[in-house]
């Protein structure tokens, strides 16, 4: 049974940069995939980036492609989300997502979720 911890979230403005955390407990996580999510108010929870545990394969949602970077420290059993030139649009509740299977972008296939952390860019 793995646990999820989320960190990093806050109010900042359009184009800064924000670092999400999320630390996983537990261990045995090589076969594993880390998502994160994000929902905004309203709308659908949104995939936003995924790596794996083993290899650091990476995939990005199409709303961040090209401002957003995964990246994995296996050794702290920790995923991080660098999130650059951010968007009003950007403003959500980012979930982490553990599951033990290669990168998938639906929600409903990950079992294991943190209790998110709210990020709100201002314009």
């Known amino acids: 049974q793995a646990q999820l911890k989320e960190s990093g979230g806050g109010l900042v403005q359009a184009g800064d940069s924000l670092k999400l955390a999320c630390t996983a407990s537990?261990?045995?996580?090589?076969?594993?995939?880390m998502a994160w999510f994000r929902q905004a108010p309203g709308k659908e929870r949104e995939f936003v980036a995924a790596i794996t545990w083993s290899v650091g394969g990476t995939s990005y949602g199409d709303s961040v492609k090209g401002r957003c970077t995964i990246s994995r420290d296996n050794a702290r059993n920790t995923v991080n989300l660098q999130l650059d030139s951010l968007k009003p649009e950007d403003t959500a509740v980012y979930y982490c997502a553990l599951a033990s299977i290669s990168i998938d972008y639906f929600s409903r296939k990950y079992p294991y979720w943190g209790q998110g952390t709210q990020v709100t860019v201002s314009s």
């Open positions: 537990g261990s045995g996580f090589n076969n594993y995939a």
